[in-house]
């Protein structure tokens, strides 16, 4: 009788444990202290991308003032060396966005799909803030003052 209720008790809270891993408002999320908004970009437009670290990169979409910031699960060693990175869109969108089932695809590399956990839009500001931290140079586009909008 005992190892019955033991073992109902335990699947009760194994379910519970589940339950609040999958909603959405369990917790912050991977993207919590990442600086910018969640956001998706079209896999069409990547221009190219700046490596800041080995889990952090931020892709220009399709100019330097449209950036994003990918998050990675986990790091790539010597991410700024790998030639050729790609995306992969397993959802067949044709959008990159985190988290989903989107992954970094590094040629030569064991796994070779990393997958995507965060993608952050990110205003001039923040891009500049974090190439600055990550000692990479910053363009100059960015460093113009950015017009306030329609008057």
């Not at 044709?94 to 990110?122: D, E, F, K, T």
Request: with cysteine.
């Amino acid at each position: 009788m005992r190892f019955r209720i033991l073992r109902h008790a335990t699947a009760a809270w194994l379910a519970a444990g589940v339950v609040a891993c999958a909603s959405p408002h369990a917790g912050a999320g991977p993207a919590a202290n990442l600086p910018g908004t969640p956001d998706c970009f079209w896999l069409r437009n990547v221009h190219d991308w700046t490596v800041l670290n080995n889990s952090e990169l931020i892709v220009h979409v399709p100019f330097p003032q449209q950036a994003y910031l990918i998050k990675l699960f986990q790091p790539v060693f010597d991410l700024d060396f790998h030639l050729g990175l790609g995306f992969e869109d397993a959802e067949h969108t044709g959008r990159i966005c985190g988290p989903s089932r989107s992954y970094l695809l590094v040629p030569n590399y064991m796994p070779p799909r990393i997958p995507i956990i965060a993608v952050q839009r990110l205003s001039a500001a923040e891009q500049v803030q974090l190439l600055r931290a990550a000692k990479k140079p910053v363009p100059r586009v960015l460093l113009k003052p950015q017009p306030a909008g329609p008057t």
